[in-house]
Nanobody, 129 residues
Framework: QVQLVESGGGLVQAGGSLRLACAASTGTLSHYTMGWFRQAPGKEREFVAG????????HYSDAVKGRFTVSRDNAKNTVYLQMISLKPEDTAVYYC??????????????????????WGQGTQVTVSS
């Protein structure tokens, strides 16, 4: 199983942009479908975006489609989430995850549980109004 570390979170004004990164400190990500999730205080963790191992297929939640872009650089063993036009409702802790089934279809990433697969420690994104 891989070990993941997120970075790039911070405080940004509404309408601003951030790029999050998820790097594998242990293991290789190239064969894994990867997902981004977020959780706001008092709310359930929700799926945000996913990308297949080769980076050819992506999938987004309706809440972020058109504003967020997930990509990966397998040579750097890193997955990215570019976020633009940020809104206060995007405020959350953002997590990346690798499924136990490494080739999980991106459309199925939303079914991942917190005790399944590999998860990073999370990075805080705060969008002020």
């Amino acid at each position: 199983q891989v070990q993941l570390v997120e970075s790039g979170g911070g405080l940004v004004q509404a309408g601003g942009s951030l790029r999050l990164a998820c790097a594998a400190s242990t293991g290789t990500l190239s064969h894994y479908t990867m997902g981004w999730f977020r959780q706001a205080p008092g709310k359930e963790r929700e799926f945000v975006a996913g990308i297949t191992g080769g980076g050819m297929t992506t999938h987004y939640s309706d809440a972020v489609k058109g504003r967020f872009t997930v990509s990966r650089d397998n040579a750097k063993n890193t997955v990215y989430l570019q976020m633009i036009s940020l809104k206060p409702e995007d405020t959350a802790v953002y997590y990346c995850a690798a499924p136990r089934q490494m080739w999980m279809p991106v459309q199925a990433l939303g079914t991942m549980k917190s005790d399944s697969g590999s998860w990073g420690q999370g990075t805080q994104v705060t969008v002020s109004s």
